[in-house]
């Protein structure tokens, strides 16, 4: 069985950590839009199962949403990519190559200096499109990143619905779930500076516990 440091670390591998880190403030932040809705008294409920189930309809519904289009749009990136590797619709080698360099935008490329990116572009260009086989590969890895992206997303759940089942107060039990997703928020933001100074760590975590609170509650007073 995985501990789970592994799970994580497995999952942050199948999506990458910017896209788990977009999925993490999903998660948190929808699940404290219903406990700030309760607090404030937005919305009536009888017992903390109310909210629990609430928090784990909404984080499966976008969960599912997420996973879905996340796949859906690898295949058609990946349809694309093939069909400009092919020149498909080129006139000339030109247009093949501005095809080529457009596509590498938003990519580690960005940082590469431009005569390195030059001529990894003309590299591509010689370069045969993958085998049947390969593409097969690829279209799993795709649907191993997008399950992944809802497995976070539900994972985000667990700290917030033990802190309400838990506790006996139902007050308490929403303050504890409340405090439980800003320290989840902090850490990940925390984490998301790796390798940066002690001080950018702390800012970070601080800088986006506050966006996500900022946007609960603006959140949870229009919604409600």
């Not at 809705?37 to 909210?51: H, K, L």
């Not at 086989?133 to 759940?157: D, P």
């Not at 516990?209 to 229009?222: G, K, S």
Request: aromatic letters at 10%; hydrophobic letters at 50%; proline letters at 2%.
């Amino acid at each position: 069985m995985l501990r789970p440091t592994e799970l994580i670390r497995k999952l942050v591998g199948y999506t990458g950590p910017e896209l788990a880190t977009q999925e993490t403030i999903y998660g948190f932040v929808m699940s404290l839009i219903f406990i700030a809705s309760a607090q404030i008294g937005f919305i009536s409920f009888n017992s903390p199962w109310d909210i629990v189930l609430l928090i784990l309809g909404m984080n499966f519904v976008w969960g599912t949403i997420d996973m879905y289009v996340f796949y859906r749009m690898d295949v058609t990136a990946h349809r694309r990519y093939v069909e400009i590797l092919s020149g498909e619709g080129c006139c000339n080698e030109g247009e093949h190559f501005a095809k080529v360099y457009d596509s590498l935008d938003g990519t580690i490329l960005d940082a590469v200096a431009e005569d390195a990116k030059v001529k990894l572009v003309d590299m591509i260009l010689e370069s045969k499109v993958e085998s049947k086989e390969e593409m097969i590969t690829g279209r799993k890895n795709m649907l191993k990143s997008a399950v992944a992206c809802f497995v976070i997303t539900m994972l985000t759940t667990v700290p917030l619905v033990l802190c309400l089942l838990l506790a006996d107060d139902l007050r308490v039990a929403l303050m504890s779930a409340s405090v439980a997703a800003s320290l989840c928020l902090f850490a990940t933001g925390f984490f998301l500076e790796p390798r940066g100074k002690l001080w950018m760590k702390v800012g970070t975590g601080a800088s986006m516990t506050l966006l996500a609170l900022a946007l609960t509650y603006f959140a949870a007073y229009f919604g409600g």
